[in-house]
């Protein structure tokens, strides 16, 4: 964790999530005892796993996303070990699960005009607001 503060530049809850998703790793994975027992075949069971666990609702799965998440962290720390000449799994061979692209939603043109009308232009933070 203090590799992630120090050398990358993480923010604190950023560490605090990689350290609970590292956590929940090892809890799954209690047969892991040396860094080279993470192999594809963990990865492939703690995949499922993830994908098997209760969301924030009963009926609900955890979101791909957050599977995600904790699969990133737990790239991390292989290029963390790797990267101080310990042998691990490739962290490149950790695919993350595809998610779909994400949709926007504009203004449309008339929402922005009522916002840009919105301001008092008789005050003058309102004449402020008006010009950005």
């Known amino acids: 964790m203090e590799y992630l503060e120090i050398e990358r530049g993480r923010s604190l809850k950023t560490i605090a999530a990689y ?15 040396q860094p080279k027992d993470i192999t594809s075949d963990s990865i492939r069971l703690y995949r499922l796993w993830l994908n098997r666990q209760v969301g924030a609702t009963p009926n609900e799965t955890i979101k791909k996303n ?3 998440y904790h699969l990133i962290a737990l790239r991390t720390f292989l290029k963390y070990l790797a990267g101080r000449g310990v042998a691990v799994l490739s962290p490149s061979s950790i695919e993350l699960a595809k998610l779909p692209a994400r949709e926007l939603t504009l203004i449309t043109p008339e929402e922005l005009e009522r916002l840009l009308k919105a301001p008092d232009q008789t005050t003058a933070i309102g004449q402020r607001d008006r010009h950005f």
């Open 66 to 68: 957050t599977q995600n």
């Open 19 to 33: 350290d609970r998703y590292l956590i929940r790793f090892f809890k799954f994975a209690e047969d892991i005892k």
